[in-house]
């Protein structure tokens, strides 16, 4: 019997976008429900759909995942290793990419707020987010405007919504890092998953 996989996502959520893509990498079927974060009432729509009370949580039959890591590890074993790379110790560091995302940047994310639009870019830039700036370029250079281990995955459907919160704010790298950055933010996947998200 199929599986029904079920993706709760929140409007203007950047990790809804990253579980939204993995998904779509996939290529599984699925159907999404968005919940207009903010607005009235939002808190007890996602008490019942979301243990953590947090987007995005994917629900498959009677499973209920939360977080964009565990749904992309999930999706990663669902759609046989298709999001990640096969090789053990090219695995290890895409997850490494992965977690430094999820937990660090938090200065971008505070001084950058993520848009759908572009924005005026800032007068200047904080020392901090200069540094994780920098650091984003030492991982990007790796990849030069190819997807992160020669084919799309999870690096790149994470990252993605990473390099279009500084294309938003005029913020281009340079050399190596701004060939992935740009081929990242014309991804036609990554486009199709903008658009809808403006209409979630």
């Given at each position: 019997?199929?599986?029904?996989?079920?993706?709760?996502?929140?409007?203007?959520?950047?990790?809804?976008l990253r579980a939204y893509l993995c998904m779509q990498l996939a290529e599984l079927e699925?159907?999404?429900?968005a919940?207009?974060?903010?607005?009235?009432?939002?808190?007890?729509?996602?008490?019942?759909?979301?243990?953590?009370r947090l987007v995005p949580v994917l629900h498959v039959d009677d499973l209920v995942i939360h977080d964009s890591l565990a749904i992309s590890e999930y999706i990663?074993?669902?759609?046989?290793?298709?999001?990640?790379?096969?090789?053990?110790?090219?695995r290890a560091q895409a997850r490494s990419y992965l977690a430094e995302l999820h937990a660090g940047f938090t200065a971008i994310r505070q001084?950058?707020?993520?848009?759908?639009?572009?924005?005026?870019?800032?007068?200047?830039?904080?020392?901090e987010i200069n540094t994780e700036i920098a650091r984003l370029s030492e991982i990007w250079q790796q990849f030069d405007g190819?997807?992160?281990?020669?084919?799309?995955?999870?690096?790149?459907?994470?990252?993605?919504?990473?390099?279009?919160?500084l294309a938003n704010?005029?913020?281009?790298?340079?050399?190596?890092?701004?060939?992935?950055?740009?081929?990242?933010?014309?991804?036609?996947l990554f486009q199709r998953a903008i658009n809808l998200a403006k209409q979630w």
């Open positions: 019997m199929a599986q029904h996989y079920q993706l709760i996502v929140g409007r203007d959520s950047t990790w809804s699925f159907s999404s429900n919940i207009a974060l903010g607005e009235a009432g939002y808190q007890q729509q996602l008490a019942k759909l979301s243990p953590s990663n074993e669902q759609a046989l290793g298709e999001l990640y790379p096969v090789q053990i110790d090219l001084g950058l707020p993520f848009q759908l639009e572009k924005q005026a870019q800032p007068a200047s830039l904080s020392a190819c997807f992160a281990f020669n084919k799309a995955g999870a690096v790149d459907a994470f990252y993605a919504v990473m390099a279009l919160r704010y005029g913020i281009e790298l340079e050399g190596a890092a701004g060939r992935y950055q740009q081929h990242l933010t014309s991804w036609p």
